[in-house]
């Protein structure tokens, strides 16, 4: 049996941030997410989407919309969405407040996936693996741990992701 | 409510080889595993083993019977365990002969952690996802994918883990 | 016959900066040049010396006149100083105009060297061998070239170092 | 004005070699000098060219035969060439034998560039510093230093090259 497709949707963050040489500034300018799966030997079946290259601070109400669309007319009810941590909960919540019967799952990283030391790969990793398990809801995957869109919040002081109570 | 502990034995394999600058030859010293965890920003309550050190080829069956031994005796009910992937199959097939009612979890990489184009980083943030959300039994976490340890093998061709009708 | 001491004067610049994953800012914490030294297997004898850790944008007069004095009160007649290539030429020319009798080489990177694609260690390779073997005046070591600090200028649009006429 | 233009001859060793992931054997394929060169923003002239892919242990007398051949009919009178370390030294005094006129440096790496830890971009930054500042002669730079061909050696225990009295 082969497992289900899943629908990577990109949204920006720290992730897919790269250094200017000429600026000395980050900037997005493609995807690494296509690099990443290969890297990481994915043999999944994936649909890989960029909705927007945004740092999540500078994420609109707008922005959030499409995100909740998009997923709501995905054919596939299993959902990856790379995301600036900073607002990640607020997005996670969108979508919980209105999408029903898909497991969704928010991931993002903490340093850009093309400096050294990324958290960005093992991430991605544990995104897809709970995208496959975890039962229908909206959840955000960091630090190894899955946490319900409607319990967690990111600690400013550690940058650690932690349950809300 | 934080998730349980999890296990971590480690046996060596292409995760954890380095490179001898003096001979050219592959080899290994201490394990990967704290730094991968370490960059992966891991979060989760872990109890991390070094059981061996070997190359999965010339894993003995007196190899085995210790991993299948520390399985059994571990107080945690959720278990990843590094290997090689050569025989990994081997050994998740003697795992699942003799253990009950504990969700364990073999991964590995198929180029090693400290070269630039590792899959390992990816692999064990799918593995300790896995290791949370799949009910007991024994899987091979690779590729992004998980398979239950009766029916999957490597293709050697491709070094892709595929289901085996 | 052993090759003579050779000081590195540290003044911070692109090379030594980090990612902050708290404020998603560049900053500096410590020098990776010890780093850089180890990982080429350098076995020159070095006096390594950290005088700032500065953006070059933002070097004073009195950084300027700092540098100057401590390339003339040191032992060594060979020196190499790192710094932000953004006024590189501003404090080569300083000490062009200031010191005679030494072989000074300044250098430095487009790409932090923790970043993955930085030109930091090549730069660093080409900036020693210079100061082994150029002959008394003040050096720009950039993109595998050297200049002399009286007729050189960085190319603000390409990033690339140029014979000024 | 411009520095002259240097040919880059490329033998293989470790500098070159990859790591199979379906063998778990070290090879080769196609040279990282062209990617080495444009990490490096090297803007030097340079003519580059693969004269074999061998392990230097493996270089036999007709292959050294070619690298001296190639030496002397190249228009440059500045070479470099990578060579793998362990017959670095044979191939060097076999050039110094039969070529004058010309500055020919040997380099190579500890370990393969598409590793971590690899020094093949310092040792190439040197290398290529070298041949534009050494007067005519064949010399090894490794480690931050040159040799000259006829007075030196590798030290087995260490890796190191150093001064032969």
């Known amino acids: 049996m082969s497992p ?3 629908r990577i949707l990109i949204t920006g963050g720290t992730f897919d941030k790269e250094y200017d040489e000429l600026t000395g500034q980050l900037y997005f300018k493609d995807s690494h997410l296509p690099e990443m799966i290969a890297l990481g030997r994915c043999n999944l079946k994936l649909e890989v ?7 999540s601070l500078e994420m609109t109400d707008a922005d959030r919309k499409l995100i909740v ?3 709501r007319k995905a054919p596939e009810s299993r959902i990856v969405i790379t995301h600036g941590t900073d607002t990640m909960v607020t997005t996670a919540q969108a979508l919980a407040a209105d999408i029903g019967g898909k497991t969704i799952v928010l991931t993002g990283a903490m340093v850009p996936y093309k400096f050294g030391s990324s958290d960005g790969l093992f991430n991605l990793g544990s995104a897809l693996a709970f995208a496959q398990t975890l039962s229908p809801g ?7 741990c899955y946490f319900r869109a409607e319990r967690v919040r990111k600690n400013r002081q550690t940058g650690i992701f932690e349950t809300a109570e």
Request: with cysteine; glycine share 4%; net charge negative.
């Open 69 to 71: 669309e998009q997923c």
């Open 49 to 55: 989407r960029t909705l927007m290259m945004v740092d």
């Open 4 to 6: 289900e497709r899943i």
């Open 138 to 144: 909206v959840y955000i995957a960091m630090n190894g």
